[in-house]
């Protein structure tokens, strides 16, 4: 008889979303009159910038055509998409990134989960404590976390690091070393942003301990403060010691169109039997054995978000969604709740009242207010008495939501 992955059987089931949606339908089903607003989403509503489209457009007449048609694109991505981004992303903030230090691929989602790849089946994972699932998930699934206890809600082998509003959602260096640390900020779902000055602290810290840091930096665009880093390059001494994930479904409305990039310096290197390996070209290796290139299409849309239309295209979009932040964080504060995120981020984070667990708030915000949010302890365990409301609603809904909240 054959024998299933004994690592996928391990994963228990993930049913936040699953719950919060039959919940919702059966609100909705014994009230039909009441009009429900969700604010729990982390997909965005708006259209993509008319740049994108335009640009969409021309690669699609271009594939009409036997002398433009492209086929297969290449393993690691379109020259010109690696070029725009190493030059916009990174150069032109002072980042010292190559265009072949870019990977091309369909999103941060599919590049987080399989980053792990090219580490040890040894390798000690760290990751912040509420946390996007899918870090821990995709090392589940390559055996390396041990066993689930139900209780905590915790792995045994996973070092977690707690990111609540007594250490303002900044984790701390961990007292047992890891070999890979998984970082996201601005976060999902804290909605916190770290300096660069604290995220310096990191990398010094991997260097000296000689870890590599995972940087998940899907939200670096709704930075507003001076002081926040948008790539961790900006700190001395990255080079050798981080790999950045970047994703085009946040600032420029991909999540349907998929695209994203991961960056790897040549400067992060191991010693292995003897010989210098670059991390780089493992990346490379399974890019070329497992992925055929994100379409051309839409690696010529991403492009577009690069150009002097596409840019102004892609803040107003964002300033947009920042509205919305403004109008949830300033309209719960009002109302007497505390309230983080929503600064650099389109994710606000607030403390259920009364002590509530993070269920009881959902109930009560769906009974009473018919809002729907997310509760905190669906992302971890340091997540419980927390609850996330997104930006990526309509502005209407968003004022109505809020207004309700406000009235109860
Ligand atoms: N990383 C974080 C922290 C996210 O919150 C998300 C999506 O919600 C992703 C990555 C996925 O990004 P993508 O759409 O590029 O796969």
């Excluded at 014994?30 to 259209?47: A, F, H």
């Excluded at 994930?245 to 999540?255: I, V």
């Excluded at 998929?258 to 290796?285: C, Q, Y």
């Amino acid at each position: 008889m054959f024998k299933p992955n004994e690592d996928y059987l391990k994963l228990p089931g993930s049913y936040l979303f699953s719950t919060i949606a039959k919940k919702v339908a059966a609100f909705q089903e014994s009230n039909p009159d009441k009009k429900i607003i969700r604010l729990g989403i982390g997909d965005v509503t708006k259209p993509l910038p008319k740049a994108v489209i335009e640009a969409l457009h021309k690669a699609v007449d271009e594939q009409a055509n036997a002398e433009t048609f492209r086929g297969y694109a290449p393993d690691l991505g379109y020259e010109f998409l690696r070029h725009a981004i190493a030059e916009n992303d990174f150069r032109a903030r002072g980042c010292n990134i190559a265009d072949d230090e870019v990977f091309i691929s369909d999103g941060a989602k599919s590049d987080s989960g399989a980053i792990q790849e090219i580490f040890s089946k040894d390798a000690k994972i760290a990751v912040c404590d509420p946390v996007y699932p899918v870090y821990v998930d995709s090392n589940v699934m390559a055996g390396r976390c041990g066993d689930y206890d139900e209780n905590t809600g915790m792995w045994s082998n996973v070092i977690y690091m707690p990111c609540t509003a007594e250490n303002g959602f900044a984790p701390e260096l961990p007292s047992e070393t890891p070999d890979l640390i998984y970082l996201c900020f601005p976060n999902n779902p804290t909605g916190e942003a770290i300096t660069k000055d604290q995220l310096q602290k990191w990398v010094d810290y991997a260097n000296k301990v000689g870890a590599v840091i995972i940087f998940d930096a899907a939200y670096e665009a709704y930075i507003s403060e001076d002081n926040i880093p948008h790539s961790i390059y900006e700190c001395k001494g990255a080079r050798t010691c981080a790999i950045e994930l970047r994703s085009f479904s946040k600032n420029a409305g991909f999540t349907g169109l998929r695209l994203g990039a991961t960056i790897i310096p040549h400067d992060l290197k191991v010693s292995f039997n003897g010989k210098e390996v670059e991390m780089h070209s493992l990346w490379a290796r399974r890019h070329g054995t497992k992925y055929n290139g994100a379409p051309y299409i839409v690696q010529r849309a991403g492009e577009a978000i690069y150009s002097p239309e596409g840019k102004v295209q892609v803040k107003e979009m964002i300033a947009s969604y920042m509205k919305n932040a403004k109008y949830i964080y300033d309209g719960l504060k009002e109302a007497g709740y505390t309230v983080y995120g929503g600064k650099n981020s389109p994710y606000i984070w607030l403390k259920t009242p009364d002590n509530m667990t993070s269920w009881e708030f959902f109930d009560y915000l769906l009974e009473k207010a018919n809002v729907v949010g997310t509760p905190g302890s669906g992302f971890g365990p340091s997540g419980e008495h927390y609850f996330r409301l997104t930006a990526f609603g309509s502005y209407e809904n968003t004022v109505e939501a809020i207004n309700r909240i406000k009235a109860l």
